[in-house]
């Protein structure tokens, strides 16, 4: 089993910054993406952000993040990061951190990961 703990949310001016960490824990981990999606009231979850956890970690963005969000990660901890800049109402969500343990070609499909964490809560208030 694989546990993944996000942190670092919380409520933020439009504008503002917000570092969203995940930490993930298990016997055997070994991802192969790490991912993070979100979900805001009465919309469907979706893709926000991933980032390949090994080789040259490649990274992969939502149109209406890139630009101002980043995420990184720290093999040796076991840590995946989301930094978020000139955050915007329209980012106020649940966001999710989660783990795909196979390669899968699009690393956008939520479907393909395999573990979630239990998700924290972003608000940006205009």
């Known amino acids: 089993q694989v546990q993944l703990v996000e942190s670092g949310g919380g409520l933020v001016q439009a504008g503002g910054s917000l570092r969203l960490s995940c930490v993930a824990s298990?016997?055997?981990?070994?991802?192969?993406?790490m991912g993070w999606f979100r979900q805001a009231p009465g919309k469907e979850r979706e893709f926000v952000s991933a980032?390949?956890?090994?080789?040259?970690?490649?990274?992969y963005y939502a149109d209406s993040v890139k630009g101002r969000f980043t995420i990184s990660r720290d093999n040796a901890k076991n840590m995946v990061y989301l930094q978020m800049n000139s955050l915007k109402p329209e980012d106020t969500a649940i966001y999710y951190c989660?783990?795909?343990?196979?390669?899968?070609?699009?690393?956008?499909?939520?479907?393909?990961?395999?573990?979630w964490g239990q998700g924290i809560q972003v608000t940006v208030s205009s």
């Open positions: 989660a783990a795909d343990m196979e390669y899968s070609r699009d690393p956008t499909r939520s479907y393909d990961y395999n573990y």
């Open positions: 298990g016997r055997t981990f070994r991802s192969v993406t």
């Open positions: 980032i390949r956890w090994k080789g040259d970690s490649i990274t």
